[in-house]
Nanobody, 115 residues
Framework: QVQVVESGGGLVQAGGSLRLSCAAS????????MGWYRRAMGNPRELVAT???????NYADSMKGRFTISRDNAENTVYLQMNSLKPEDTAVYYC?????????WGQGTQVTVSS
């Protein structure tokens, strides 16, 4: 019932910045946590960052200090501000909404960091 849609991916040079957006729709009142995950070629999907309904954030160690997760006032859109991007950040970035009825995934948005 909850749907999430990612946007904001694209091509950026190493050292640059990009902001991803994740818009949730449907039964958004059921969302307890939203997060960003990514999957690079040859790698499994991995955690990037999450944010709970009460504002608690969690980051993968490799993203700390470079990536920032935030949400808007309506708590139905989550952002991922990515700074100091590296070629190894190249991946498909997925948004997920954790609800009381399970996790809902978006389709992903491609982020490509050129060297």
């Amino acid at each position: 019932q909850v749907q999430v849609v990612e946007s904001g991916g694209g091509l950026v040079q190493a050292g640059g910045s990009l902001r991803l957006s994740c818009a949730a729709s449907g039964s958004i009142f059921n969302i307890d946590r939203m997060g960003w995950y990514r999957r690079a070629m040859g790698n499994p999907r991995e955690l990037v960052a999450t944010i709970t309904s009460d504002g608690y954030t969690n980051y993968a160690d490799s993203m700390k200090g470079r990536f920032t997760i935030s949400r808007d006032n309506a708590e139905n859109t989550v952002y991922l501000q990515m700074n100091s991007l590296k070629p190894e950040d190249t991946a498909v970035y997925y948004c997920a909404a954790d609800t009381r009825m399970g996790r809902r995934w978006g389709q992903g948005t491609q982020v490509t960091v050129s060297s």
